[in-house]
Each structure stands twice: as C-alpha cells, then as structure tokens.
Nanobody
Framework: QVQLVESGGGLVQAGGSLRLSCAAS????????MGWFRQAPGKAREFVAA???????EYADSVKGRFTISRDNAKNTVYLQMNSLKPEDTAVYYC??????????????????WGQGTQVTVSS
C-alpha cells in the first residue's frame, strides 16, 4: 500500500555535497514520521536522522552539523542534505516512514515502511 522512492545518491569527492530525496506514495498519512538510516558493508544499519509531522528533528552524533533533514508535507517527501561528506559516510542510505507509536526513531524496528536504498560513495 505504501511505496518509498529514493533518489539523489551517487559518487562524490570528500568535502562535497549530495541531496537525497524520498517520495512516499500510497495510503499513508501526512502526519507520518520519516527518517534516514544507512548501512556500510559488513556493518549494522545505523540511524542518521528523523523528522516528525510537527517538524521535530533528531540527528545521529556522527552527522550533526553536517547533514540536514527536512520534509515537504504537501508532497509527502523527505530530504537529506549532506554537506562536508567524508569517506566514512559511504553507505547505502535507506528512507523510512511511519514510526509506530511509542517507538524510538533511532531503532530500525520501530518503522513500518522502507525504501529500496540508494548508494552514496565518498572518495578520498
């Protein structure tokens, strides 16, 4: 019923920028929370950022000050602006939507829907 379509991944040099987009379609309320996770080869999926329907925001310490999450409720779209990229930011980035009531946004098991992932590669 719900589909998340991501775009914006690619290859960039260290210090550069990328903007990821995730558009939600189907039967989902505009009040749904949305967020971003990432997973590097051989590592667990980790929290990056999340935003709720009122604009409340959380960031992982590793990206705070460099990444910015935002959303356009009219378009059911969430964005992740990534600046000052580092090689350690290289990962597959996943969009998530619809955080279950009472769940922490930082835990992957609290989210109902996921995008297919988009590759971000940062070269030295």
């Amino acid at each position: 019923q719900v589909q998340l379509v991501e775009s914006g991944g690619g290859l960039v040099q260290a210090g550069g920028s990328l903007r990821l987009s995730c558009a939600a379609s189907g039967r989902i309320f505009s009040t749904s929370a949305m967020g971003w996770f990432r997973q590097a080869p051989g590592k667990a999926r980790e929290f990056v950022a999340a935003i709720n329907w009122r604009g409340g925001i959380e960031y992982a310490d590793s990206v705070k000050g460099r990444f910015t999450i935002s959303r356009d409720n009219a378009k059911n779209t969430v964005y992740l602006q990534m600046n000052s990229l580092k090689p350690e930011d290289t990962a597959v980035y996943y969009c998530a939507a619809d955080l279950r009531y009472g769940s922490s946004s930082r835990h992957e098991y609290g989210w109902n829907y996921w995008g297919q992932g988009t590759q971000v590669t940062v070269s030295s």
